[in-house]
């Protein structure tokens, strides 16, 4: 099992940027990818961005693309999610995810194997 820590989150306004990051530790020499998921109030858990454990492959949401950009450091067991030109309406909590596989297909719920806790997101005007 991985355990995953996120920070990085806080106030930011339209047009700021943000940078999460998210502490793996537990079973790290496994190969898996990471992710991250967002849940805004009264919506869905939604797909945001995942990349495979070699940090070459990676995949977003139509929402997101252009903006947002996830890496990974594996000898620190950290993913991170840099988020810029940041809008309303990603404001959400966000939360780290450890998939089931090395591959980017991290895309839904299913393909989650851990979740850290989530860490707000607010986007004010």
């Known amino acids: 099992q991985v355990q995953l820590v996120e920070s990085g989150g806080g106030l930011v306004q339209a047009g700021g940027s943000l940078r999460l990051a998210c502490a793996a530790s537990?079973?790290?020499?496994?190969?898996?990818?990471m992710g991250w998921f967002r849940q805004a109030p009264g919506k869905e858990r939604a797909f945001v961005a995942a990349?495979?454990?070699?940090?070459?492959?990676?995949a977003y949401a139509d929402s997101v693309k252009g903006r947002f950009t996830i890496s990974r450091d594996n000898i620190k067991n950290t993913a991170y999610l840099q988020m810029n030109s940041l809008k309303l309406e990603d404001t959400a909590v966000y939360y780290c995810?450890?998939?089931?596989?090395?591959?980017?297909?991290?895309?839904?719920?299913?393909?989650?194997?851990?979740w850290g806790q989530g860490t707000q997101v607010t986007v004010s005007s």
């Open positions: 990349i495979d454990w070699g940090g070459g492959g990676t």
């Open positions: 995810v450890a998939g089931k596989r090395r591959g980017v297909a991290l895309t839904t719920t299913q393909d989650v194997a851990s």
């Open positions: 537990g079973r790290t020499f496994s190969p898996f990818a």
